[in-house]
């Protein structure tokens, strides 16, 4: 077995492809979910913008049910594979401050990117980039973290997954540093022509509270609404452009 390495998952973009797609997360439903959602408050929206869009399996689903699709995210190793994997632009850049050349009816964060914000001033920059694209009446969507109510200290969570001729085993580990989750997380990779690997991955996500994604909603210039469903167990926060005077 190699020996252990510090990695990033974002890093390794064809390896996070085959983990989540075998684990079977289901971004066919959570895309359809969001477009409902969409849809149920600017019934013409036909463009979407996904940032942190990963390798870009929810965006091959909105591309189904939206005229214009483009992702973006900060990883140049999924910003590759997301531009093979869907044909569609991807975009390099900080979701915390970006500027594309167009405005789309809804702009998203799914898989509780919004979450490495460092804190509620970050937050509010990352949604006031998202408003700053959106056409008028649009919809932003996000998928937070748990909420600090929600958040199970020392969680411990694994999974295995064969894909691909490889077998992937993730195992994690999860507590609170104040008001961010620390999880550190170990993968093994074995296959029959490369043995076994091993790395580590560590994740710090803010707790925000409600409260502080309404606030950064509003200093963004949205109205907002939480919204529980089963395929989305952390929730939703749907946010609305504020018609300007």
């Known amino acids: 077995m190699t020996t252990d390495r510090h990695e990033s998952i974002y890093d390794r973009g064809e390896m996070y492809e085959a983990f989540y797609r075998g684990r079977g997360k289901d971004?066919?439903?959570?895309?359809?979910?969001?477009?409902s959602l969409v849809r149920d408050r600017l019934a013409g929206a036909d463009s979407l913008l996904d940032v942190a869009c990963g390798s870009g399996d929810h965006l091959t689903r909105f591309a189904e049910s939206f005229g214009h699709v483009e992702g973006l995210d900060l990883s140049e190793d999924m910003v590759q594979l997301a531009r093979k994997n869907t044909g569609v632009p991807i975009h390099r850049g900080?979701?915390?401050?970006?500027?594309l050349d167009r405005t789309f009816g809804a702009v998203v964060s799914l898989f509780s990117g919004v979450a490495y914000c460092a804190d509620l001033d970050e937050l509010t920059a990352t949604l006031r980039s998202f408003a700053r694209h959106l056409s008028p009446g649009g919809v932003i969507v996000i998928e937070?973290?748990?909420?600090?109510e929600d958040f199970l200290e020392g969680y411990v969570g694994t999974d295995t997954v064969e894909s691909g001729g490889r077998t992937y085993v993730r195992v994690s580990h999860t507590v609170r540093d104040g008001g961010v989750s620390h999880m550190e997380v170990h993968f093994l990779v074995a296959s029959?022509?490369?043995?076994?690997t091993h790395f580590h991955d560590v994740h710090r996500t803010t707790l925000f509270t409600r409260d502080e994604y309404e606030t950064a909603f509003a200093r963004a210039g949205?109205?907002?609404e939480y919204v529980k469903d089963p395929l989305a167990p952390r929730g939703?926060?749907?946010g609305t452009a504020t018609p300007t005077a």
């Open 192 to 196: 029959a022509e490369s043995g076994i």
């Open 144 to 148: 937070p973290f748990w909420l600090p």
């Open 222 to 224: 949205c109205e907002v």
């Open 94 to 99: 900080d979701m915390r401050d970006f500027a």
């Open 27 to 35: 971004y066919t439903g959570e895309a359809a979910l969001v477009t």
């Open 236 to 238: 939703l926060f749907v």
